[in-house]
């Protein structure tokens, strides 16, 4: 059990919404790179999907109360990694495709885990433009079955999430907390099985919380002027 988990459950019943320090931390150590946003408390965090930090990631929101909701949108911005390869989508259905996304969260958001207690789905409508963020009912709901959701679309009214090529990117996933908004980076790959995690191939080496940037692929910190 990480060290933090028991701290961090007896802070949730004063703030369920604030990430403490401990959880920040623990993530950090595990990978994600955090930035704190000079004279605030607040933080921008980036972890990757299936990586060390967002298994500590869906720790926590796992152990949150039921009615506490993150604020949760989808965005296109895929990494300078992929921009010109065959893995990013084209440019012109960008924006066409982050609207399927947050479509996608918009009407998975009032459902339950218990409206998937069978093999059947619920039926989605088309893609629509909504309003984000997102109340999304509960922050595990929306690290599971949403992220299946966009990686597995509906067949009907989501013609560009269904036309990507296996492999593709199709967007990042960020959850807003009243301290901290966390992206989930590169979050989806399109069919590709939910849980199927890689492994981390860095070492996030003695990092501390300051202000400015700490690299996760190095544990260097980049002091930002």
Request: proline share 7%; glycine share 6%; charged share 20%.
């Amino acid at each position: 059990m990480s060290k933090w988990k028991g701290a961090a459950k007896a802070e949730k019943v004063e703030n369920p919404k604030v990430l403490s320090d401990a959880v920040i931390q623990e993530l950090l150590h595990a990978g994600a790179v955090v930035r704190k946003m000079e004279g605030e408390q607040q933080f921008h965090i980036r972890i990757e999907f299936g990586d060390a930090a967002f298994r500590v990631y869906e720790s926590w929101v796992s152990a949150l109360p039921e009615e506490v909701d993150p604020h949760v949108l989808a965005i296109v911005a895929p990494a300078p990694s992929i921009v010109g390869t065959v893995l990013e989508p084209p440019l012109a259905l960008q924006a066409i495709l982050q609207r399927e996304c947050n479509a996608l969260i918009h009407y998975y958001a009032p459902l339950r885990l218990a409206d998937f207690a069978t093999e059947a789905v619920p039926e989605i409508p088309p893609a629509a433009a909504v309003r984000v963020p997102i109340d999304v009912h509960h922050a595990s709901f929306a690290l599971s079955k949403i992220f299946e959701a966009i990686r597995a679309p509906p067949a009907v009214g989501y013609p560009t999430l269904t036309g990507l090529s296996a492999g593709s990117y199709i967007c990042d996933v960020v959850q807003m907390w009243s301290n901290v908004d966390l992206t989930v980076d590169g979050t989806i790959i399109a069919h590709v099985t939910l849980h199927q995690s890689k492994t981390a191939e860095w070492s996030p080496g003695e990092v501390s919380l300051r202000k400015g940037y700490c690299s996760r692929r190095s544990g260097e910190q980049e002091q930002r002027n």
